[in-house]
C-alpha cells in the first residue's frame, strides 16, 4: 500500500549539483516531518535533511550549506537539491519517514567522482 520511490541520483563530479526525488503513494507526506536519509559504502543509514509541514527544515552537520529540502505537497513528493558533492557525498538516497516509517524503497544511487 505504501510506496516510496526515490529518482534522480546518478554520476557528478565533485563541486557539481543533483536534485533528487522522492514520490510516495499511501502516505501523505504532509502529514509528517519527512527526510531524505543516506547509506555510504560500509556504513549505517543515516538522515540528512528533515522538513515539517510548516517548512521548518533541519540538516545533518556534514550537509549543512550545501544541500536543501523541499516538499510540493499538491504532488505528494520531496526533494533533495544537493550542491557542492563531495566525494564523501556517494551513497544511495532514501526518503522516508521520520517518526514512523514506512517500508524503505529502493533508494537512488549518488556517485560523486573526483
Known amino acids: 500500500q505504501v510506496q516510496l520511490v526515490e529518482s534522480g541520483g546518478g554520476l557528478v563530479q565533485a563541486g557539481g549539483s543533483l536534485r533528487l526525488s522522492c514520490a510516495g503513494s499511501?502516505?501523505?507526506?504532509?502529514?509528517?516531518?519527512m527526510a531524505w536519509y543516506r547509506q555510504a559504502p560500509g556504513k549505517q543509514r543515516e538522515p540528512v535533511a528533515t522538513?515539517?509541514?510548516?517548512?521548518?527544515?533541519h540538516y545533518a552537520d556534514s550537509v549543512k550549506g550545501r544541500f536543501t529540502i523541499s516538499a510540493d505537497n499538491a504532488e505528494n513528493r520531496l526533494y533533495l537539491q544537493m550542491t557542492s558533492l563531495k566525494l564523501e557525498d556517494t551513497a544511495v538516497y532514501f526518503c522516508n519517514a521520520v517518526w514512523f516509517q514506512a517500508v524503505w524503497g529502493k533508494g537512488t544511487l549518488v556517485t560523486v567522482s573526483s
Open positions: 522538513i515539517t509541514s510548516g517548512g521548518n527544515t
Open positions: 499511501g502516505i501523505t507526506f504532509s502529514r509528517t516531518v
